[in-house]
């Protein structure tokens, strides 16, 4: 199988109006929208559903209020598919849509579903830069977009249990294919799928004492500027940093947060690690610091 990205997120919300003027500010593409519902998507094509928090139509969820409800990931092929299906059946129940979607959950009940990908690819403006006697731009500023442009949804983030860490990365490294970038004992596994290279699709992320929930979902920009410009944007806005802007140490990506009022929180990111088939695994008895630097929220309202 070769699971490729995530392919769209479903979320169960409390005011659809509310959480569709939110992911219009972060600068997501409008679908469509009624009083019941609301669709996004990324500039490669990978969507973001808003549905009511009570619609019978959605996965249960252990969490009260809003949250993601389902995650679908994108393969390759039908074939990739099939192989999926015939694995998860052995010991879950497995649903099949008309279209071959199929839906599934993993052991730590967080609901998950696969279908063929359908990537758009961007047509990106790549900035250029002067650093030092590295000269790419000459007679011509520099000037950044006012609307940021998430290019992709690059991760998700679920917040588990600390006991057993290592059996809930299983199941995904065991019978998805994913693979372990880094693992550390009191932090979490960063996993990315097999026909990725980036750093992490998806951290597992345990504290002593946590308790299970949606964490946050994370999209990637074309640089450092269209981050500051989005999350500034957000700021205007009314949005609420959590963490950020800084550059994290495992992954080394750039990154802003902010409370998601679909659900736990949303992060800009750019500049994320990418590995090859040589990489190997790493796993720490300690984590690196959170970040290499960081601003904090009210320097930046500031």
Not at 70 to 83: F, Q, S, T
Request: glycine share 8%.
């Amino acid at each position: 199988m070769t699971i490729l990205r995530i392919e769209n997120l479903t979320y169960g919300v409390e005011d659809i109006a509310q959480c569709s003027e939110f992911l219009d500010i972060w600068g997501l593409q409008k679908n469509g929208a009624s009083d019941n519902s609301a669709s996004f998507k990324t500039f490669e094509n990978q969507h973001i559903h808003l549905r009511p928090m009570d619609d019978p139509s959605l996965p249960p969820s252990y969490e009260d209020g809003p949250t993601l409800r389902e995650v679908v990931w994108g393969v390759d092929n039908h074939a990739a598919l099939n192989e999926i299906e015939a694995e998860l059946s052995k010991d879950r129940d497995v649903r099949k849509d008309d279209d071959g979607t199929l839906h599934s959950c993993d052991d730590r009940q967080n609901y998950l579903g696969f279908q063929i990908a359908d990537v758009v690819k961007a047509n990106l403006h790549v900035e250029d830069f002067n650093f030092i006697e590295n000269i790419d731009r000459v007679n011509e500023r520099s000037w950044p977009e006012e609307r940021v442009k998430p290019i992709r949804i690059g991760h998700l983030v679920y917040s588990i249990e600390a006991k057993d860490y290592e059996l809930a990365s299983a199941f995904y490294t065991d019978r998805l294919k994913f693979r372990i970038s880094d693992q550390t004992k009191d932090g979490g596994t960063f996993l990315r799928a097999d026909g990725s290279n980036y750093h992490h699709n998806l951290f597992l992320f345990h504290r002593q004492g946590s308790h299970p929930y949606f964490n946050h979902v994370a999209f990637e920009v074309s640089s450092f500027d269209q981050m500051m410009v989005g999350g500034t944007n957000m700021l205007k806005y009314g949005a609420k940093s959590v963490s950020g802007p800084g550059r994290h140490s495992l992954g080394s990506n750039w990154f802003w947060y902010f409370n998601n009022p679909c659900g736990g929180d949303i992060e800009y990111f750019a500049d994320m690690d990418r590995m090859d088939d040589k990489w190997e695994p790493r796993f720490w008895d300690k984590a690196p610091p959170y970040a290499r630097w960081m601003m904090g929220a009210e320097e930046i309202k500031g």
